[in-house]
């Protein structure tokens, strides 16, 4: 593959194909350091195909956002288990509560289609998580199959790297 739009393509059909285990995945997330000292977890709501970190929303000992975008913008809003959603402009789905400072988060759990080996992420090619990565001082962690562990992601001057990438056999 020569660059990022064929990835995309490639890790798009991959994770088809993939069977992910989401409670190995979560189980070996709540091991890590950065999730027991975290009290602020933003987390995603997945789309077909992608990890699916949800059911961390049982554990009442932390406080759970979800992202919404708004123009270039990706905000945090307060989530819990049952709270209602509506579709973005992405036909993602999206809190409707009001967001809060994204400096009160200790922890993102970042989407990602695939991740290389320095620990930066594929996205969707919007850019929103490498905006708001920017200027975020807390620990940033993607999840997913090591099926989806790759050579490089061709990273450019404005990606940012995650701290941890977290497979099924991370622990």
């Known amino acids: 593959m020569d660059n990022k739009q064929e990835l995309r393509c490639w890790a798009k059909e991959k994770r088809k194909n993939i069977s992910i285990d989401n409670n190995l995945l979560v189980k070996n997330l709540m091991q890590t350091e950065a999730y027991r000292n975290a009290k602020n977890i933003l987390i995603f709501y997945p789309l077909k195909y992608e990890v699916n970190l949800l059911s961390l929303l049982k554990d009442k000992t932390k406080n759970f956002y979800l992202p919404k975008i708004d123009g270039e913008s990706l905000l945090c809003c307060p989530f819990y288990d049952g709270d209602e ?45 490498d905006r708001f990565l920017n200027d975020f001082c807390g620990t940033k962690i993607v999840c997913l199959p090591k099926k989806l562990l790759v050579d490089t992601v061709y990273p450019e001057e404005f990606d940012i790297p995650v701290d941890l990438v977290i497979t099924e056999n991370y622990m």
């Open 85 to 129: 959603l509506c579709e973005s402009c992405f036909k993602t789905l999206e809190p409707i509560t009001d967001p809060c400072d994204k400096q009160m988060i200790d922890l993102v759990v970042v989407p990602a289609l695939c991740c290389d080996k320095k620990n930066y992420r594929l996205g969707y090619g919007g850019g929103f998580y």
